[in-house]
């Protein structure tokens, strides 16, 4: 029996094709995220990336397909704060372990959400919209477009004490079109898919839903800053490998992924789409997967909210 010693393992990877799993379909975030990681990986390593979507139930069915591949770096997976912060949560008989069943590799970019109202709606801040929305129990409607838009609007829910009613819709694109009609009154949507309609007036600007402004969209306030201390959530992109993948193999993947985060090519494009990069370590990643199971179960829990 040969044994290879971690150096020597990392030093040979990769020496064939990698496989890129998207839970989600060609064309949303995901797939923009997985193909330019995958094409500078390509550059770097001259070994082609192959970008695969398995969609379905919600990032389940790519989750539990790269959970059941071998460990050996040749199977990733692009995973969301969905799949691996909310998913354990609102299905609790997931067929793998979201912590033991994968090795995180880390985040390539996150992003708050903006929650936007009808401009109908007399609210300007989130201040404003708690004091209306306890006088109207369950009258104003939060459209969704999937768990994490949904999971955002239950957590402004719980911690501001106040009943708003949650409207689903097949798709966040959906939801948003429906503020836009005044057929519902509010949705937490991505920056980047909300900015236009902001600029237009069609919809209005209420808070962002990261702890501070951010920098892509500085003139609207954090809601955490305007009536509900403490308020976060942000949408969040990252790469995955089976668990038991050598750690050597985790690392050498780690380092690409922050040596394309700090491209200046990559920078621009992706801050074009209003993500932020991280640098994140494997161990970094990780811990936040485990505060994020840890938020999302606690929020599922109080609220009693149930999968779109």
Known sequence: MVLHSAPAIAQAYPSKAIRVILPFAPGGPTDLLGRLVGQ??????????????RTGANGIVASEFVARSASDGYTLLIGTNGTHGINA??????PYDTLSDFAPIGRIGFAPYVLVAHPSLPVR???DLIQLAKGAPGQIACASGGSPSQLSCALFKSLAKIDLLMIPYKGNSLAVTSVISGETSLVFGGIAQSAPQIKAGRVRAIGVTSLKRTPVMKEVPAIAETGLPGYEVSTWYGLFAPAATP?????????????????????????????????DSPDQFAALIKAELGKWAKVVRETGVKPE
């Open 125 to 127: 801040t989130a201040k």
């Open 40 to 53: 500078k990986m390509t550059e770097s390593w001259g070994q082609s990336v192959v970008v695969e979507s």
């Open 89 to 94: 949560s609102l299905f609790p008989k997931l």
């Open 247 to 279: 750690r050597a193999v985790v690392d050498k993947l780690n380092a690409e992924l922050v040596r394309i985060l700090a491209l200046p090519d990559v920078k621009e494009r992706l801050g074009a789409e209003a993500y932020e990069l991280p640098a």
